[in-house]
């Protein structure tokens, strides 16, 4: 398996601007996490799945921030309309069951202008 | 819900020294305990982990001590070398709760070990 994978690598947009972030999970891991890392805060948990369903979402800082997950193998993360504060690396993360590793995309560095 | 406490933020030790790492967590329905190394620029990796049955457990020149009554674990590392140098993160996973499953990370350790 190729790992997980995440595209963009890096995204510059303008604030304002809809920016999505996809993550393709390893083959066969039931759980789907979607994090967000800067200096300040270090690695926040947005959002998880299990099994495709969201289990927690209390961690997506506003109205702005939406994530899908609508099969097995493909997520995204939606920022609409985005601001320069969420300029930051966001991971997608996956594993199988829960008390086992998660592997780590190669992350996407976001810069909105 | 959980809330998962490291320290120090920075570490700086000379090279052959030892590093300790140390974490707190507040739900006693975490029962997984992972340890991430994160080097500049890329993404973070286990290096190890613990489950709450044990009570260390050791790989190489990498150790992690869990002491479940008092909600705290902690990661050593001996013989330190300059390739130790990265971003430490502990963690936390629930086993039980409408949360089950979610992966709580702490804030982060900045470790150089100085040649």
């Known amino acids: 398996d190729a790992g997980v994978i995440q595209s963009p690598r890096h995204e510059v947009t303008e604030m304002g601007q809809e920016v999505t972030l996809r993550c393709k999970p390893i083959?066969?891991?039931?759980?789907l996490f979607w994090y967000r890392q800067t200096m300040m805060r270090g690695l926040e948990l947005l959002i998880y799945f299990n099994n495709n369903v969201p289990i927690d979402d209390s961690g997506m800082p506003e109205d702005r921030f939406s994530a899908k997950m609508p099969n097995a193998s493909f997520s995204t993360l939606k920022i609409q309309p985005s601001e320069p504060r969420d300029s930051a690396v966001y991971f997608c993360?996956?594993?199988?069951?829960?008390?086992?590793?998660?592997?780590f995309g190669q992350g996407t560095r976001l810069t909105v202008v | 819900g959980e809330n998962v406490e490291q320290h120090p933020s920075t570490l700086s030790v000379q090279e052959g020294d030892s590093a300790v790492i140390k974490c707190t967590y507040s739900?006693?329905?975490?029962?997984?305990f992972p340890w991430y190394k994160q080097e500049l620029g890329k993404r973070p990796q286990l290096i190890i982990d613990?489950?709450?049955?044990?009570g260390e457990k050791k790989d190489q020149r990498i150790a992690v001590t869990l002491n479940k009554t008092a909600k705290h674990f902690s990661l050593h590392i001996t013989e330190t070398q300059p390739e130790d140098s990265a971003v430490y993160f502990c963690a936390a996973v629930l086993d039980r709760g409408s949360t089950l499953g979610r992966l709580y990370f702490g804030r982060g350790t900045q470790l150089t070990v100085w040649p």
């Open positions: 613990i489950r709450s049955n044990v």
């Open positions: 993360a996956s594993t199988f069951g829960r008390n086992t590793e998660a592997f």
């Open positions: 739900d006693s329905a975490s029962n997984y």
């Open positions: 083959s066969g891991h039931d759980y």
